[in-house]
Protein backbone atom coordinates (compact mmCIF):
# COMPACT_ATOMS: atom_id res chain seq x y z
CA UNK A 1 0.00 0.00 0.00
CA UNK A 2 2.75 2.24 0.90
CA UNK A 3 4.47 1.44 -2.27
CA UNK A 4 1.34 1.92 -4.68
CA UNK A 5 1.17 5.67 -3.18
CA UNK A 6 4.71 6.50 -3.74
CA UNK A 7 4.59 5.03 -7.05
CA UNK A 8 1.57 6.95 -7.77
CA UNK A 9 3.19 10.56 -6.43
CA UNK A 10 6.40 9.77 -8.64
CA UNK A 11 4.60 9.14 -11.63
CA UNK A 12 2.74 12.34 -11.12
CA UNK A 13 6.02 13.95 -10.16
CA UNK A 14 7.28 13.00 -13.50
CA UNK A 15 4.15 13.73 -15.32
CA UNK A 16 4.64 17.37 -14.26
CA UNK A 17 8.11 17.62 -15.08
CA UNK A 18 7.98 16.39 -18.38
CA UNK A 19 4.64 18.16 -19.78
CA UNK A 20 6.03 21.51 -17.99
CA UNK A 21 9.65 20.67 -20.33
CA UNK A 22 7.01 20.31 -23.31
CA UNK A 23 5.18 23.83 -22.05
CA UNK A 24 7.89 25.85 -21.88
CA UNK A 25 9.57 25.34 -25.73
CA UNK A 26 8.82 28.63 -27.15
CA UNK A 27 7.26 28.90 -30.74
CA UNK A 28 8.63 30.41 -33.58
CA UNK A 29 6.39 32.98 -34.43
CA UNK A 30 5.51 34.07 -30.89
CA UNK A 31 7.75 37.49 -30.93
CA UNK A 32 10.93 39.06 -32.18
CA UNK A 33 13.95 38.41 -30.47
CA UNK A 34 15.51 42.37 -28.59
CA UNK A 35 18.43 43.14 -30.17
CA UNK A 36 17.19 42.17 -33.76
CA UNK A 37 16.74 44.11 -36.79
CA UNK A 38 12.81 43.93 -36.17
CA UNK A 39 13.09 45.17 -32.66
CA UNK A 40 16.35 47.14 -32.59
CA UNK A 41 17.49 47.77 -28.70
CA UNK A 42 18.56 51.82 -28.57
CA UNK A 43 20.21 53.93 -26.21
CA UNK A 44 18.97 56.66 -23.78
CA UNK A 45 21.26 59.07 -25.75
CA UNK A 46 19.30 58.14 -28.93
CA UNK A 47 16.00 58.72 -27.28
CA UNK A 48 17.04 61.90 -25.50
CA UNK A 49 18.28 63.47 -28.51
CA UNK A 50 15.07 62.30 -30.62
CA UNK A 51 12.56 63.43 -28.21
CA UNK A 52 14.74 67.15 -28.35
CA UNK A 53 14.51 66.99 -32.10
CA UNK A 54 10.95 66.56 -31.83
CA UNK A 55 10.48 69.48 -29.07
CA UNK A 56 12.38 71.83 -31.04
CA UNK A 57 10.26 71.34 -34.15
CA UNK A 58 11.85 68.10 -35.94
CA UNK A 59 15.09 69.88 -36.14
CA UNK A 60 15.52 69.32 -40.28
CA UNK A 61 17.15 70.78 -42.37
CA UNK A 62 14.20 72.40 -44.22
CA UNK A 63 14.17 76.40 -44.87
CA UNK A 64 10.82 78.09 -43.23
CA UNK A 65 8.26 79.11 -45.42
CA UNK A 66 7.45 82.52 -45.68
CA UNK A 67 3.93 83.72 -45.14
CA UNK A 68 1.93 84.80 -48.17
CA UNK A 69 0.83 88.12 -46.55
CA UNK A 70 3.44 88.65 -43.28
CA UNK A 71 0.92 92.11 -42.42
CA UNK A 72 -1.72 89.75 -41.21
CA UNK A 73 -1.00 87.98 -37.83
CA UNK A 74 -1.97 84.87 -38.09
CA UNK A 75 -4.75 83.35 -35.46
CA UNK A 76 -5.02 80.13 -34.23
CA UNK A 77 -8.36 78.51 -33.95
CA UNK A 78 -7.82 77.65 -30.29
CA UNK A 79 -6.80 81.23 -29.79
CA UNK A 80 -8.68 82.89 -26.82
CA UNK A 81 -9.10 86.34 -27.35
CA UNK A 82 -10.71 88.84 -24.56
CA UNK A 83 -12.59 91.69 -26.43
CA UNK A 84 -13.86 95.06 -25.07
CA UNK A 85 -16.76 95.95 -27.45
CA UNK A 86 -17.88 100.07 -26.41
CA UNK A 87 -21.68 100.61 -26.76
CA UNK A 88 -22.57 101.44 -30.35
CA UNK A 89 -20.70 98.73 -31.55
CA UNK A 90 -21.34 95.53 -33.12
CA UNK A 91 -19.41 92.32 -32.89
CA UNK A 92 -19.21 90.57 -35.57
CA UNK A 93 -18.24 86.54 -35.88
CA UNK A 94 -16.83 84.97 -38.68
CA UNK A 95 -18.41 81.43 -39.57
CA UNK A 96 -17.68 78.59 -36.58
CA UNK A 97 -16.77 81.53 -34.03
CA UNK A 98 -17.26 81.08 -30.31
CA UNK A 99 -18.37 83.76 -28.09
CA UNK A 100 -18.61 83.70 -24.32
CA UNK A 101 -19.84 87.31 -22.78
CA UNK A 102 -18.07 87.80 -19.42
CA UNK A 103 -19.32 91.26 -18.27
CA UNK A 104 -22.03 93.65 -19.55
CA UNK A 105 -25.38 93.55 -21.27
CA UNK A 106 -25.36 92.10 -24.15
CA UNK A 107 -28.01 90.96 -27.19
CA UNK A 108 -27.83 89.05 -30.18
CA UNK A 109 -27.24 90.78 -34.02
CA UNK A 110 -28.32 89.52 -36.81
CA UNK A 111 -29.31 90.22 -40.63
CA UNK A 112 -31.08 86.95 -40.76
CA UNK A 113 -34.04 85.60 -39.15
CA UNK A 114 -32.05 82.91 -38.37
CA UNK A 115 -29.94 82.84 -34.69
CA UNK A 116 -27.35 81.86 -32.56
CA UNK A 117 -27.02 78.81 -31.00
CA UNK A 118 -26.53 79.16 -27.13
CA UNK A 119 -24.55 75.64 -26.67
CA UNK A 120 -25.07 76.20 -22.84
CA UNK A 121 -29.08 75.72 -22.86
CA UNK A 122 -29.07 73.97 -26.08
CA UNK A 123 -31.23 76.57 -27.99
CA UNK A 124 -31.54 79.49 -30.84
CA UNK A 125 -31.13 83.10 -29.43
CA UNK A 126 -32.83 84.99 -32.15
CA UNK A 127 -32.11 88.50 -33.55
CA UNK A 128 -32.51 91.22 -30.11
CA UNK A 129 -32.89 88.52 -27.73
CA UNK A 130 -30.34 88.85 -24.32
CA UNK A 131 -27.00 86.52 -24.82
CA UNK A 132 -26.69 85.39 -21.48
CA UNK A 133 -22.81 85.82 -19.33
CA UNK A 134 -20.97 82.38 -19.12
CA UNK A 135 -22.96 81.05 -21.85
CA UNK A 136 -20.69 79.24 -24.74
CA UNK A 137 -22.64 81.26 -28.03
CA UNK A 138 -21.71 79.65 -31.31
CA UNK A 139 -21.81 81.49 -34.74
CA UNK A 140 -22.49 78.89 -37.44
CA UNK A 141 -22.41 81.74 -40.55
CA UNK A 142 -20.89 85.00 -41.07
CA UNK A 143 -23.09 88.00 -40.57
CA UNK A 144 -24.25 87.21 -37.38
CA UNK A 145 -22.82 88.87 -33.60
CA UNK A 146 -23.66 90.79 -30.34
CA UNK A 147 -24.16 94.62 -29.32
CA UNK A 148 -24.18 95.86 -26.01
CA UNK A 149 -27.90 96.40 -24.86
CA UNK A 150 -29.43 99.39 -25.54
CA UNK A 151 -28.86 101.86 -22.29
CA UNK A 152 -25.97 100.36 -20.84
CA UNK A 153 -22.95 102.95 -20.76
CA UNK A 154 -20.39 100.37 -19.76
CA UNK A 155 -18.30 98.00 -22.44
CA UNK A 156 -19.11 94.47 -22.84
CA UNK A 157 -16.49 92.09 -22.32
CA UNK A 158 -16.25 89.13 -24.27
CA UNK A 159 -13.81 86.24 -24.75
CA UNK A 160 -13.73 85.24 -28.50
CA UNK A 161 -12.38 81.95 -30.34
CA UNK A 162 -11.99 82.87 -34.14
CA UNK A 163 -12.28 85.57 -36.17
CA UNK A 164 -14.66 88.83 -36.13
CA UNK A 165 -15.08 92.07 -37.03
CA UNK A 166 -16.13 95.28 -35.28
CA UNK A 167 -18.27 96.95 -36.92
Known sequence: MKNKKLMSAFLV????????????????????????????????????????????????????????NPTQPSQGADEVKNVALKPGKILIADAGTEFIVRSGNAVIYTEVASGVADLTDGKDLLNGETAPKNHLLSFPREGRGI???EGQTSN????????YKIK
Open 13 to 68: LVIGIAAGSILNTPADSAGTTPGTTDDPVVTKSYVDQQIQQALNGGGGTTNPTNPT
Open 156 to 163: LIVMVRGG
Open 147 to 149: QVK
